[in-house]
């Protein structure tokens, strides 16, 4: 099994920035489709931003040209990093590994959710 911490939450005002970082217990992200994930209160859990294996990137329209998904293999860490913020980004945010595209839009991920990390966007 896996384990995923993630980090970098906090409350910012809006049009500030957040990076969020999340390391994983073993290689993972060479193998696999990794995503970030936000679940509002009394929402459902979405899939935010995926990186694939050779780079390639995914975005949900809402965050499209505020978000940047990347990883570094060596450090077992993908990162989010988040600008632009507003309050519809606040959220607990979350990151996991899928087999591929479509499994990891739908949330079929491969391991269990970690603690995640409260984003709060608020003036």
């Known amino acids: 099994q896996v384990q995923f911490v993630e980090s970098g939450g906090g409350l910012v005002q809006p049009g500030g920035s957040l990076r969020l970082s999340c390391t994983a217990s073993?290689?993972?992200?060479?193998?696999?489709?990794m995503g970030w994930y936000r679940q509002a209160p009394g929402k459902q859990r979405e899939l935010v931003a995926g990186?694939?294996?050779?780079?390639?990137?995914d975005y949900v329209d809402s965050v499209k040209g505020r978000f940047t998904i990347y990883r570094d293999n060596s450090k077992n860490t993908v990162y989010l990093q988040m600008n632009s913020l507003n309050p519809e980004d606040t959220a607990v945010y979350y990151c996991?590994?899928?087999?591929?595209?479509?499994?990891?839009?739908?949330?079929?991920?491969?391991?269990?959710w970690g603690q995640g990390t409260q984003v709060t966007v608020s003036s």
């Open positions: 996991n590994a899928a087999a591929d595209l479509v499994t990891l839009r739908i949330g079929s991920v491969k391991y269990f």
């Open positions: 073993r290689r993972v992200f060479s193998l696999y489709l």
């Open positions: 990186i694939s294996s050779d780079g390639n990137t």
